[in-house]
């Protein structure tokens, strides 16, 4: 479908907003800095004017088409105070009245910044679900990757979430913190997840787009890069160490070896053979990455 938007690129976006109207918010992303991350080192960040966002979406609603979700980009639209997201939230729902849910990508340190009764206002306004890279429960791993959380503040931002009604999509990077740091990268990502019960989850596996090299020099530790078979056991930790009750969740991403997709707990054990297989028998992976086994 044509849309009257001449986007910023590059332009990035969670698989399942795959048929979402989005609207470039924020250039970029506010911190910027974490280790594994290349998908804004292009741009600076920049917040943009609100009258470009509101010409845009009234460019869209004069098509006449009908649009059900709208994803707020970049990769840090929720930096914006609780006045300018409701009032683009309220713009969106105004003039395209077929738009069922509001998305946008969040850091837990965004979401602490807003008060309770904020989040709730949000939520009245339209904004149904936050996608938050947690990246890792660990907070010795998330220092040497320069995430600029904690548990704890992942924790606090999720917790919210959920005491306001507003949905989370978690996401963890499997191999992140490498081989020395993995059980403990395993075990405390399943801890925070277990503390929060978010309602998706899923998993994305560590990928040196410029190299292991230049992750490494990045890396405030001793990082040694994994073999396929050892991420596959991570993620077998992380999952056994797990207790879900109906989180939703997901392994399907480009980046994934093995796909899972279910709801934790009742798929656990499910799961669990799968990967039990595939590190034993090589059943069920992607034919690219059966070379590491």
Known sequence: ????????????????????????????????????????????????????????????????????????????????????????????????????????????????????????????????????????????????????????????????????????????LVGLGGRKYSNQHAINSAKLLNAVQPEFASTLVLTFYSGVAKYISEFKGDFQEMSTKELLEELQLFMQNLELEETIFRSNHASNYLVLKGQLGKDKQLFLKQLDDAINGRQGLRPEWMRGL
């Open 1 to 172: 479908m044509y849309l009257p938007i001449e986007y910023n690129q590059p332009l990035f976006r969670p698989p399942s907003e795959a048929n979402s109207l989005i609207l470039q918010v924020t250039l970029g992303c506010s911190n910027n800095e974490c280790a594994f991350c290349e998908m804004y080192k292009t741009k600076k960040f920049t917040v943009r004017k609100f009258e470009e966002i509101q010409k845009e979406i009234n460019d869209v609603a004069n098509l006449n088409v009908s649009i059900r979700k709208v994803f707020l980009a970049d990769g840090d639209a929720f930096v914006l105070s609780p006045k300018r997201l409701i009032e683009i939230c309220n713009e969106v729902r105004l003039r395209l009245p077929s738009v069922q849910r509001i998305t946008a990508y969040a850091l837990p340190s965004n979401i602490n910044k807003k008060s309770n009764e904020e989040l709730k206002q949000l939520k009245a306004a339209g904004l149904k679900m936050l996608y938050i890279g947690v990246e890792s429960g660990d907070d010795e791993v998330l220092e040497m990757v320069s995430k600029g959380e904690t548990f704890e503040t992942t924790k606090k931002a999720l917790l919210k979430l959920k005491e306001a009604g507003i949905k989370a999509s978690v996401m963890v």
